[in-house]
Nanobody, 129 residues
């Protein structure tokens, strides 16, 4: 079954850190990308990071720059997102995304969420004092 499953969300105090995991099933990460997006209540979905395995590049966006990192998690098909120095502005549902079809032969870090073909169900992160 082709799917993405996020885990690791929960409640975090300001200044704390978290690790979210994206488990990929039914697809190979080779030549793909895994992007992390988040959506706060009442706001549009925004990019957090993207790891292009084909390019061997990792990208971080917006307020995640300097506070986030991505790595392979437990197992060959898991990607972790680590974030530190969390604030209430980091509250939201965190999603991972990739493409199922690769018309160019490799996955691209897209600019908009609509360009991704496969999403997980999301995991809630709440930062509160």
């Amino acid at each position: 079954q082709v799917q993405l499953v996020e885990s690791g969300g929960g409640f975090v105090q300001p200044g704390g850190s978290l690790t979210l995991s994206c488990e990929v099933s039914g697809l190979s990460l080779r030549r793909r990308q895994i992007a992390w997006w988040r959506q706060a209540p009442g706001k549009e979905r925004e990019r957090v990071s993207c790891w292009s395995f084909a390019e061997g590049q990792q990208y971080f966006y917006g307020s995640a720059k300097g506070r986030a990192s991505v790595s392979r998690g437990n197992g060959d098909n898991t990607v972790d997102l680590q974030m530190r120095d969390l604030s209430v502005d980091d509250t939201g549902i965190y999603y991972c995304a990739t493409d199922i079809e690769l018309p160019d032969g490799w996955g691209t870090c897209h600019l908009t969420p609509g360009e991704y073909g496969l999403w997980g169900q999301g995991t809630q992160v709440t930062v509160f004092s």
